[in-house]
């Protein structure tokens, strides 16, 4: 519990108005010298923005590169961003992108629709190995491409017309494609600085370094001290840097919350990742004014590795999915904040209709483990759950753990990792039960569903399904948005039946935020331009 004391003592170390006896907190310096300082809950794995597949990685990758769009924070729709302009063609399979002719690298290098072009190639370099690739997959023949049956990228729907025009042919209509440009994968990356410190296809390169690092976004990287601090400092470079607000952004990978609060009541952070559940209500009680609750598209849920026994069988995993109790979740470890999850698609994702989930139904969860063969528990060994070492989610694998222990007669064990490690055992099936999260790209359902299409790069399960990638990619092809719903729901209405991932939670953001940050507006889908931020 926070003490009223300890609240007092937070409102005098906020105020920019201290007596000049003291000494000033990294806040107050902060204002005065305009760096923002945040919480990011991770160390980042990387910051090439063809391999980054955390958010808390993405979260800097924006502050230093930008792609042909941007995305509005309150809206999550598409803007323009290195792209001035586009035309798009009636059938909506041509896209042609009008660079501005005053974008940057920040060396100084012009940016052109050559760079475009050369990082769309990286990224769908299939020895690159990334695992977000299948973002760009509705340019014409880059899925192709991509996989490894066409090796000409020449092929590939990608031209560049002149320096500052570049034209995409795609495979299909693709009506959220202004959106996907803004994603991190669709980001240039420069040519010389990749081949100067490697090849094409190198995944570890010392590119990404201060003093190596070359972007186009409205930051540069100037310090990165593992599991410390990241800095980024404005790139005067930018296009648009008269109107950058900030002179650098430091992000901080704190993963506990509750420290991280602790440095926020000493000034050491204008803005954290989190805030601890058990705090909530003292800080609506005592200081409102210091706390943000947003809404984000996003869903937390249970990863089963459908390779592995006895998650092989979906009676199994259907069972476990049959004993959560997601209120008792949302309410004694999440205080409310984040709510119950119905299905896997969170509500509000671009108009699309929530598909209901497996609501508890202990009998009947009984009944199909003892089908398959494990009545009561028996003949099952101690299950190992993953999960993310933050305040949080092992908090979440305790409440399951004792659902199914009640309700099953299983026994799990709970494996806590940082977030490097974690994420690479999901990506490598080296697990047997994950608890992960995952938020929208951007605002439409696909961004949820296309991901467990058979050996998709972030289908971190094992399971695949032939009637599930039809379904992904009827909708894929139809144009009409009310009809392309209706085969997305029967999409998510097959995934949530086999099961090869539950729901749990959908998730949205409490933290902190100090009185002198201005325009740090909710964000949908959690991603923001820094250079709109101010202090004062």
Known sequence: MIRRPALVLLALAISTFAGCARRETPVQEGIRTRTLLIGNQNEPATLDPNLVDAATDQNIVTALFEGLTVLDEKTAQPLPGTAERWDVSADGLEYIFHLRTNARWSNGDPVTAEDFAYSFRRILTPALGSVYAYMLWPIRNAEAFNTGKLADFGQVGVRVIDAHTLRLTLA?????????????????????????????????SAWTRPGNLVGNGPFTLTEWRPNSRVVVSRNHQYWDDAHNHLERVVFFPTEKADVEERDFRAGQVHLTYALPASKVAVYERESPALLRRDPLLAVFYLSFNTTKAPFTDPRVRRAFALCIDRPAISQSVYAGAFRPADGFVPPGCGGYPT?????????AARALLAEAGFPGGRGLPPL???????DKTPRTAEALQAMWRRELGVAITIE?????????NQQTLSHTLGIMGWTADFADPITFLNIFTTNGGNNWTGWGSPEYDRLIERANQTADPAARFAVLQQAESLLLHE???????????????????????????????????ELK
């Open 172 to 204: 299909h209509p693709t009506p959220y494609l202004l959106a996907l440009a803004a994603h991190s994968t669709w980001m240039p990356v420069h040519r010389a600085v990749i081949e100067k410190f490697g090849r094409l296809e190198d995944r570890d």
């Open 355 to 363: 598909v209901p989930g497996l609501k508890p139904d202990y009998a």
């Open 384 to 390: 190992p759950l993953q999960v993310l070492n933050d």
């Open 416 to 424: 806590p990792y940082e977030q490097k490690t974690w994420l690479q």
């Open 499 to 533: 099961a090869p991932v539950v729901p749990i939670l959908y998730s949205g953001r409490t933290y902190l935020i100090h009185p002198s940050v201005h325009h740090w507006d909710p964000s949908p889908v959690g991603i923001h331009r820094y250079q709109l931020v």
